[in-house]
C-alpha cells in the first residue's frame, strides 16, 4: 500500500529536549516536505526536498533541522524544542514538480512541548 | 510573495444545498491543489487543476488563471462532506490558504 508513515504519533516532550519526528514513504517519490499546522494559521511549510541531499527552508524553518540521506526517509530534528513549538506536525511526498503531482500526507504527528 | 486567501472561512449548510469555497491567490501560478481535512486530521488530495474543471464524484473545481481565482464546489451536500477543504499552492515551496471548515446539517 502507498503511505507516508510518521512516528510517534504523540509527543508530550519538555522545553530542550532534543527530539526526532520521523517520515518515511514507500511510493518512489523525488519531494518530501514537513507543515505545521496551527489553529488560525493553517497549514505552513517548514522544509522541503526535490531529492536526496537537496533541502531547502519553507516559510517557518526557525528551530527545525532535516536531512535527507536516503530518497524514502525525511527526518525533522528539533534540537531545543520551545513551548512555541507546541502544534501538529504532517509529512508529505510527491513525484517533482509538486505543483503537477498529487502530495501524499503523512497522518500527522502531535507534539506539545511543555 | 504569494498569498493565498479562502473564503469563507466556516460555512454550516443543509443537507442538499450546494456548496461553494473560493480561493484566490496574488501571483502567477501553474497549478493549484485543493485538499480536505476530515475531523480525524488526515489530509487527503482531491483535486490539482492547471487550467479549466475537474469533477470527481460530487465535487468539482474550477480555476481561472487569469484572474488568478478558484472554487470548489459540492452539489447535493451530505453530512460526511463535513470537513475542513484547503487550498494550496507553489511549485516547490507550498502555501496554503487557511482553510474552510464545512458543517453540513442531516
Known amino acids: 500500500e502507498a503511505q507516508v508513515t510518521q512516528n510517534p504519533r504523540y509527543l508530550i516532550t519538555v522545553t530542550g529536549k532534543k527530539l526526532t519526528v520521523t517520515c518515511s514513504q514507500n511510493?518512489?517519490?523525488?519531494?518530501m516536505s514537513w507543515y505545521r499546522q496551527d489553529p488560525g494559521l493553517g497549514l505552513r511549510q517548514i522544509y522541503y526536498s526535490m531529492n536526496v541531499e537537496v533541502t531547502d527552508k519553507g516559510d517557518v524553518p526557525e528551530g527545525y533541522k532535516v536531512s535527507r540521506k536516503e530518497k524514502r526517509n525525511f527526518p525533522l530534528i528539533l534540537e531545543s524544542p520551545s513551548p512555541n513549538q507546541t502544534s501538529l506536525y504532517f509529512c508529505?511526498?510527491?513525484?517533482?514538480?509538486?505543483?503537477?503531482?498529487?502530495?501524499?500526507f503523512g497522518p500527522g504527528t502531535r507534539l506539545t512541548v511543555t | 510573495k504569494n498569498e493565498v486567501e479562502q473564503s469563507p472561512q466556516n460555512l454550516t449548510a443543509q443537507e442538499g444545498e450546494f456548496i461553494t469555497i473560493n480561493c484566490s491567490y496574488s501571483v502567477g501560478i501553474s497549478a493549484l491543489h485543493w485538499l480536505q481535512q476530515h475531523p480525524g486530521g488526515g489530509i487527503v488530495s482531491l483535486f490539482m487543476?492547471?487550467?479549466g474543471k475537474k469533477k470527481h464524484g460530487r465535487l468539482i473545481a474550477t480555476i481561472n488563471i487569469q484572474e488568478k481565482h478558484s472554487s470548489l464546489h459540492i452539489t447535493a451536500s451530505h453530512p460526511r462532506d463535513s470537513a475542513v477543504y484547503i487550498c494550496?499552492?507553489?511549485?516547490?515551496?507550498?502555501?496554503f490558504g487557511k482553510g474552510t471548515r464545512l458543517h453540513i446539517l442531516p
Open positions: 494550496a499552492v507553489g511549485d516547490d515551496k507550498i502555501i
Open positions: 508529505a511526498s510527491s513525484f517533482i514538480p509538486p505543483a503537477s503531482y498529487e502530495q501524499y
Open positions: 487543476l492547471s487550467s
Open positions: 511510493m518512489n517519490h523525488e519531494y
